[in-house]
């Protein structure tokens, strides 16, 4: 007797909980309706909305890559002053910096070699009067660029805003210059690369 008063009072309060999820949280269609509106209306700002500009002076970034063998490669990004600029595109927002007197190291290879002291390196040094940093894609795109390759001492990049006192082996200038840091392997890329090498380097 009594366990069949318990099983009543229990298949009750369930069904009280169930009517009570039904009347208060169950979603209705008019809060269907009211997420449907808002994410709209959330579209339609991203649509709408004009892109937000941010001035930056002296910026300098810095990235590293883990190559075969455990070893490092460092790449870095200066300019003189920059606009980051935040912009509304097909509903979501992109982050461009458009980079002024713009200079990019990029480390190709470390070379240990036995028997001598030290390490070189063989460095990629670009400069341009203008480039696009685009955050999303992690790419760099530049035009009427000044492309130099080097062979340094060492493991690290000169310092900021300082050129060796080495001079490159090879350098040119192309139309158009690509990097591409995401991924695991970089990319670049010199569009109508004009180059000759420098009987002068070490």
Not at 28 to 47: C, F, G, H, N
Not at 75 to 95: D, G, H, M, W
Not at 186 to 197: D, G, R
């Amino acid at each position: 007797m009594f366990s069949r008063l318990t099983k009543i009072a229990t298949l009750s309060l369930l069904g009280v909980s169930l009517v009570t999820l039904i009347l208060i949280g169950w979603p209705r269609e008019s809060d269907y309706l009211a997420y449907k509106e808002a994410v709209q209306q959330s579209r339609s700002y991203a649509k709408s909305s004009p892109p937000v500009s941010q001035k930056r002076f002296e910026v300098c970034k810095d990235i590293w890559f883990s190559e075969e063998g455990n070893q490092r490669l460092h790449y870095r990004i200066e300019s003189a002053a920059s606009s980051l600029n935040l912009q509304p595109v097909r509903n979501k927002f992109e982050v461009i910096e458009q980079l002024h007197g713009m200079r990019c190291w990029m480390q190709d290879k470390i070379v240990s070699t036995p028997g001598s002291q030290g390490s070189t390196q063989q460095t990629r040094y670009f400069t341009a009067n203008e480039g696009i940093y685009n955050f999303l894609s992690q790419s760099l795109l530049a035009s009427q660029a000044t492309v130099s390759l080097y062979r340094l001492p060492g493991e690290h990049l000169p310092e900021i805003g300082r050129l060796p006192s080495t001079l490159p082996f090879l350098s040119g200038k192309a139309e158009q210059v690509k990097m591409l840091v995401s991924g695991k392997t970089p990319m670049f890329q010199a569009s109508n690369f004009q180059a000759s090498m420098n009987s002068s380097a070490e």
